[in-house]
């Protein structure tokens, strides 16, 4: 606040000098309180790595499928037949799979699906690298796509394994691929915060992140090798 110095001088002549203190009041109201902004977290180097590798996998199982998909259709307009790369033995015929009716469970090729999903999760990921922040919502929504990824995966293990009974590889690599993103997606978000959990949870995902991923992946692979072992061994 202003403070204005008055002199005056006494009309006695004696030259005495009296000092006035005035005190300027602002009439301005105080600022009110900015409001608290949600925070906003972004993953590190690793994780925004780890984002673009499994992203850039699935998406390049899923354009290739879409490729030879188109491929086997061309040929059957034409009265041919079409056998994918990856179609090696009655077990590992990624054509089998394809043709199958689970390969195009909403009216599409899946792999058309494929191909934005995997998209997006490498957008994420360039977006992390470039130091990007995001809220809780934007987390939680991320990982619920990535929850509904792997649920859809697992349908498809199962269709492939027990109905179908034959084996696609890159389908196998975009199962991998959103496996390990599920779990790392989901460890962040226990451990940022987002998603209610113990103490002891959050301290097991802060360590020992990998041993999800692993175990979940080698469960898939022990039904695999169990599922044809007479074919293994043969």
Same mark, same amino acid.
Not at 145 to 151: M, N
Not at 179 to 183: A, E, G
Not at 196 to 200: F, L, Q
């Given at each position: ?13 004696i ?21 608290i ?6 993953g590190?180097?690793a994780?925004a790595l780890?984002?673009?590798i499994?992203?850039?996998a699935?998406l390049?199982a899923? /354009? !290739?499928?879409t %490729?030879?998909? +188109?491929?086997i259709?061309?040929?059957k307009?034409?009265g @041919?037949t =079409?056998? *994918? ?8 015929s990624c054509?089998s799979?394809?043709?199958s ?16 999903c995997?998209?997006?999760v ?10 990007a922040?995001?809220p809780?919502w934007?987390w939680?929504?991320?990982?619920a ?7 859809f995966?697992?349908?498809l293990m199962?269709?492939?394994l027990?109905?179908i ?8 690599l975009a /199962? !991998?691929?959103t %496996?390990?993103? +599920?779990?790392y ?5 226990i451990? @940022?915060? =987002?998603l *209610?959990?113990?103490?002891?949870l959050k301290?097991?995902?802060?360590e020992?992140?990998w041993?999800?991923p692993?175990?979940?992946i080698g469960?898939?692979?022990?039904l ?6 007479d074919?293994?061994t043969?």
């Open positions: 606040m202003a403070l204005t110095e008055a002199v005056r001088i006494s009309s006695d002549g030259g005495g000098m009296s000092k006035t203190t005035v005190k300027d009041v602002s009439t301005e109201p105080e600022p009110e309180s900015a409001e902004a949600p925070r906003r977290e972004g590190s180097r994780f780890m984002l673009m499994t992203g850039a699935g390049l899923a /354009w !290739v499928i %490729i030879d998909k +188109f491929k259709l061309e040929a307009v034409e @041919k =079409f056998t *994918p790369g990856c179609s090696f033995n009655p077990v590992v054509g799979v394809m043709e009716k689970q390969a195009a469970v909403f009216g599409f090729p899946n792999p058309m699906l494929g191909l934005v995997y998209g997006i490498i957008c994420v990921g360039v977006s992390l690298l470039a130091r922040r995001f809780r934007y939680l929504t991320f990982n796509g990535c929850l509904f990824g792997v649920g995966c697992a349908w199962f269709q492939s027990y109905r009974n034959a084996l696609c590889l890159w389908c196998s /199962w !991998v691929a %496996i390990i993103m +599920f779990w997606v989901t460890s962040f978000n451990r @940022k915060g =987002f *209610p959990a113990p103490n002891w301290s097991f995902f802060g020992f992140t041993v999800m692993v175990l979940h469960i898939i692979g022990m695999v090798l169990t599922r044809w072992w074919f293994w043969s």
